[in-house]
């Protein structure tokens, strides 16, 4: 797609001064377009489609400044009998729309918060899907509970909704699909399947702040739903999480659990809460930065979004390369990631590997995304792991071996290539030379495959 530079620069300080990235950004963007014209793949001595710096991450101000400050002065660092945090979870509820929000350590402890509170031990079996960052299936491994993968839906990247009630036994005590890349999985069909059964569904939306099915945000559809502020998310405060719930009693226990079993923010035992528990809090100072932060956030999820639709538009036209498809009821995806699948048959047989070789030369960062979990020996050491021997037997952890197989999951890892979100906060301009990028190592696949 060609555009003039008149137009480009001015699109340019448009949303470059939206988003406070340098005019000199800008300005070498203009001309590495310029350059692309008809030229060599860059892996094969040709110029780079992308010559510039991408937005980097975090993006800080005054305003982290400033909070930071005020706590720092205070010195009221711990949440309990103090009020940023609290001010936080106020703000998060504000902009999710959900009646709860509770600040913990991390991703991670905002679903350990959550599987304490629904009280997930040893014998309990929890559904997840196999792509997912492997904290998903920690937190269940941690409770010496057992984490079944539901296969994955290829064209999306999510969880296999059809594919669930195979895998429910008298065991399954809950649901935690998780909405992978920021982009929701299909909650309407997965909320059918946890009401039929009357098995509970927790949102992994580590990824997803701000991602809306049918114009409600992500994580209040389930019982409750787990956010990660760890540095690399779209939301961050280095490290950190939050639950949201519309359930009182829910909210309660997930405030007990990360708050030594009690659920108040006295520091007293109470007698016979039977709540188990840890210090999982969030800090005051986390929750500074996170409330500045939130200030740019709306304005940054709408510009990951449009870039992505409109990357996706270009991707469109170029042949083997498929974006992950939106569910029909995603009215917003948070584009933590930006997925596609490559078909290197439709670039002369050269391996993934060398595409994104190619793609990085071209100035270009790309991955290739999660490994096969089910595959993974860290994973399949589990059935070795002398106390899941103890409590579920030689027989049942063979057989969990088994019915954690995973095919399209283990095609889709093979096949996966990622941009991280950050890249997503660039130009429109800057999708183009995305683009502009494969199309030149598709036109010189022959040759690079050959090197
Ligand atoms: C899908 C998913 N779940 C859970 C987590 C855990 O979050 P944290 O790193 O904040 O513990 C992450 C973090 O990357 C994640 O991507």
Not at 86 to 113: D, H, N, Q, V
Not at 408 to 434: C, H, P, S, Y
């Given at each position: ?169 008298t065991s399954t005590k809950v649901m935690m699909p998780v909405h992978i890349g920021g982009s929701p999985f299909d909650v309407d069909a997965v909320l059918d399947i946890a009401k039929k059964h009357n098995i509970p569904m927790i949102e992994d939306a580590c990824q997803a702040h701000l991602a809306e099915w049918k114009g409600k945000c992500v994580g209040n559809f389930g019982l409750g739903g787990a956010f ?224």
């Open positions: 797609m060609k555009t003039s530079n008149k137009m480009n620069r001015r699109r340019f300080l448009h949303t470059s001064s939206a988003l406070g990235v340098g005019l000199t950004f800008g300005l070498q963007n203009i001309h590495g377009s310029i350059a692309q014209n008809n030229k060599k793949a860059a892996i094969l001595g040709g110029p780079k489609a992308f010559n510039a710096t991408w937005p980097g991450w975090p993006i800080v101000g005054r305003a982290e400044e400033d909070e930071l400050l005020k706590v720092l002065k205070s010195g009221q660092w711990c949440r309990l009998g103090s009020k940023t945090v609290p001010r936080y979870e106020r703000e998060f509820e504000k902009i999710t729309s959900a009646k709860f929000a509770l600040a913990t350590s991390s991703g991670s402890t905002a679903l350990t918060s959550m599987l304490g509170a629904l009280d997930i031990g040893p014998g309990d079996e929890v559904i997840i899907p196999p792509y997912t960052f492997i904290a998903t299936y920690n937190v269940i491994t941690q409770n010496y509970a057992l984490p079944i993968f539901v296969d994955v839906d290829i064209e999306s990247f999510q969880i296999d909704a059809s594919k669930i009630e195979d895998a429910i036994t990660s502020m760890q540095a690399s998310k779209n939301l961050n405060s280095g490290e950190g999480g939050t639950i949201i719930t519309n359930d009182e009693d829910f909210y309660n226990k997930c405030y007990g659990f990360h708050h030594q079993g009690q659920n108040t923010d006295s520091a007293s035992l109470e007698p016979g809460s039977g709540i188990r528990g840890s210090n999982l809090r969030l800090t005051e100072f986390q929750a500074a930065i996170l409330l500045a932060q939130m200030t740019r956030l709306e304005e940054q999820v709408k510009r990951r979004s449009e870039n992505a639709d409109y990357l996706t538009q270009l991707f469109n036209e170029i042949d083997g390369i498929t974006p992950a498809k939106l569910y029909d009821g995603t009215t917003r995806s948070a584009y933590h990631l930006y997925m596609f699948r490559y078909d290197e048959k439709m670039f002369s047989d050269m391996s993934r590997s060398k595409f994104i070789k190619a793609l990085n030369a071209e100035g270009i960062p790309c991955y290739g995304g999660y490994t096969s979990l089910s595959k993974n020996p860290y994973v399949r050491n589990l059935a070795k792991n002398k106390h899941y021997l103890n409590v579920y037997g030689e027989k049942t952890m063979n057989d969990w071996l088994e019915r954690n197989e995973c095919p399209q999951n283990d095609k889709l890892t093979q096949e996966a290539v990622w941009f991280g979100q950050t890249m997503l906060l660039g130009t429109k301009r800057n999708m183009e030379q995305i683009a502009e990028a494969v199309k030149k190592i598709s036109r010189d696949s022959k040759a690079i495959s050959m090197l």
